[in-house]
């Protein structure tokens, strides 16, 4: 599975943005897909993921319901729109696709929100 990341650039705080990560490969639709940030001198951190089967969907605690994840199976893709961003929400964002022990991942896009 190859990944590629999109959607990020500048937005005001308050703002919306939405970030897609596109699939090749036909075993897609068995991969739980999910979401990483990783900000200027921190660690990456957990931000969403979808389960491949029923699609369940699981964030992190800092999301309060401000980012939303979907998956469209037919067309490979994992999107995440983010809204009411926070300058705390500046970061590198990675798609990562995983099944087992086997994990891959996208290359980053670059989220900025100003204040």
């Known amino acids: 599975v190859q990944l590629q990341a999109s959607g990020g650039g500048l937005v005001q705080a308050g703002g919306s943005r939405r970030l897609s990560c596109s699939a090749s490969?036909?075993?897609?639709?068995?991969?739980?897909v999910a979401w990483f940030r990783q900000a200027p001198g921190k660690e990456r951190e957990f931000v969403s993921a979808?389960?491949?089967?029923?699609?369940?969907?699981y964030y992190g605690d800092f999301v309060k319901g401000r980012f939303t994840i979907s998956r469209n199976n037919a067309r490979k893709t994992v999107s995440l729109q983010m809204n009411s961003l926070e300058p705390d929400d500046t970061a590198v964002y990675y798609c990562?696709?995983?099944?087992?022990?086997?994990?891959?991942w996208g290359q980053g896009t670059q989220v900025t929100v100003s204040s």
């Open positions: 990562n696709a995983k099944r087992g022990l086997t994990a891959y």
């Open positions: 490969g036909r075993a897609f639709i068995n991969y739980t």
């Open positions: 979808v389960k491949y089967g029923v699609g369940t969907t």
